[in-house]
């Protein structure tokens, strides 16, 4: 579900006209709603009612602050998975113990700022990484909480892209070898065992890879247990996706999936921990943009938007779908017709749909791209010298620019050319 709804023949923001912000910052533009990320997020604590856990938000999906200090208020932690994210999460509020330190390659850099800032815990993707997090907290005096990937080689059925625990995967260490990782970690000096991490993937439609993963979770709960090890959370990852096509058949319910935890994880008397970033913040945006031109082609007709793949890369690099709307309500019955829509880069990758069927579209009318809101603006650039699109928050009647668009001064002066040259 989200906030995005036609009214009187014009597509709203929650309570404001999607042309009233399009007027005011131009376009393109990404604009979030406070009433969609704040339902998604209770979705799961409700979903998890009577176990203790904690709603970890995956920053990687949207990682603009004001977003993740709603996620903040909303009593949710973050996972973060670089010192950068690290830096906003603080930035935005959250404290230490409510961030949870993820991702394949931490430098000790990272690992430092993390210790000296705070963290719930840190999940070890590798042998090597566990030994410079050891050595790390061993300089520092300090001993920190400790969760170890393991990858339980399960097929998560979703694209190769974002599939996360197979074999061939990078992330983690083979659930085979857990025992013995599980023993040396518990050896190293600075390093204090309290869970186990997995994770399998992104955009899941199914829940049985997540039922197959944590059943072997729950076994390597109760082994490790009986090897000595105090297990007392569970960080299941995230994962569960979106309907971007809103044709297709709904991805299963976050009530859904916690009924899976419960069944699979629930009677071990662990905390859990999820990592939800797609289902929090996918729905919850748009990406709003203006027709330039509609372009008469051999035997197609082109729709050239003022977005581009620098903008929205899912569709180039994944072959995702993004439901695209007109922002002024079709009339009833109007005929509609195929559009390969596209962007203004000079790449025949920046192409976001091929024979879309549209209703009539002309010069300056604006389109909307649902489901926008997770992996948009976090995965734009300025190529070809684009700026970044603002960000915009709506909460009920009101919207404010969360981040602004860079001038091309502002682009140009980030250039250094050196006196010598």
């Known amino acids: 579900m989200d906030h995005f709804l036609y009214r009187d023949g014009v597509l709203f923001a929650e309570d404001v006209p999607v042309p009233e912000i399009a007027a005011a910052v131009g376009t393109p533009f990404y604009v979030y709603s406070v009433a969609t990320l704040t339902r998604h997020v209770r ?8 176990l203790p856990h904690l709603i970890c938000y995956s920053m990687k999906a949207n990682s603009n602050q004001a977003v993740v200090k709603l996620m903040g208020d909303l009593g949710a932690g973050v996972d973060v998975v670089s010192g950068g994210e690290y830096a906003r999460a603080k930035a935005a509020g959250i404290p230490g113990e409510r961030i949870v330190f993820s991702g394949v390659g931490k430098t000790r850099e990272e690992m430092r700022m993390a210790l000296e800032g705070g963290v719930r815990q840190i999940n070890l993707e590798s ?32 694209h190769e892209k974002i599939a996360t625990g197979k074999s061939e995967n990078k992330f983690g260490i083979p659930i085979s070898r857990a025992s013995e990782v599980y023993a040396e970690v518990a050896a190293m000096p ?43 959370r569970l960080d299941l990852g995230g994962g ?56 008469e082609g051999e035997g197609r007709r082109f729709l050239i938007l003022d977005s581009a793949m620098n903008d929205l890369v899912r569709p180039s690099m994944y072959g995702a779908y993004h439901d695209i709307v007109p922002v002024a309500e079709p ?21 976001f749909a091929k024979g879309r069927m549209l209703p009539p579209l002309s010069e300056d009318d604006l389109v909307a791209f649902r489901s926008a809101g997770a992996y948009g603006a976090v995965m734009a650039s300025e190529y070809n010298t684009r700026p970044l699109v603002p960000e915009v928050l709506v909460g009920g009647d009101q ?21 010598w040259l």
């Open 127 to 158: 042998e090597p990484e566990m030994r410079a997090l050891s050595e790390v907290a061993a300089a520092m005096g300090v001993t920190v909480p400790v969760a170890v990937r393991v990858n339980p080689d399960v097929d998560a059925r979703t």
């Open 190 to 232: 600075g390093l204090e065992v309290v869970g186990i991490d997995v994770h399998i993937g992104s955009q899941l439609t199914d829940l049985q890879p997540y039922r197959d993963a944590y059943s072997l979770v729950a076994s390597l709960t109760k082994q490790l247990r009986a090897e000595g090890h105090a297990i007392t």
């Open 399 to 419: 919207f404010d620019v969360i981040r602004a668009r860079p001038s091309f001064d502002e682009i140009v002066r980030r250039d250094k050319v050196p006196a």
């Open 43 to 50: 979705l799961f604590d409700e979903g998890l009612a009577g």
């Open 240 to 295: 569960l996706g979106i309907p971007y096509e809103r044709s297709n058949a709904a991805p299963p319910l976050p009530t859904e999936y916690c009924d899976v935890v419960r069944e699979t994880v629930g009677d071990l008397g662990c905390e859990i921990e999820i990592e939800p970033g797609r289902l929090i913040a996918g729905n919850a945006g748009l990406l709003v943009a203006r027709v330039i031109y509609v372009k």
């Open 331 to 351: 009339a009833a019955g109007v005929d509609y017709a195929p559009y390969d829509v596209v962007g203004p880069v000079c790449e025949s990758g920046d192409t």
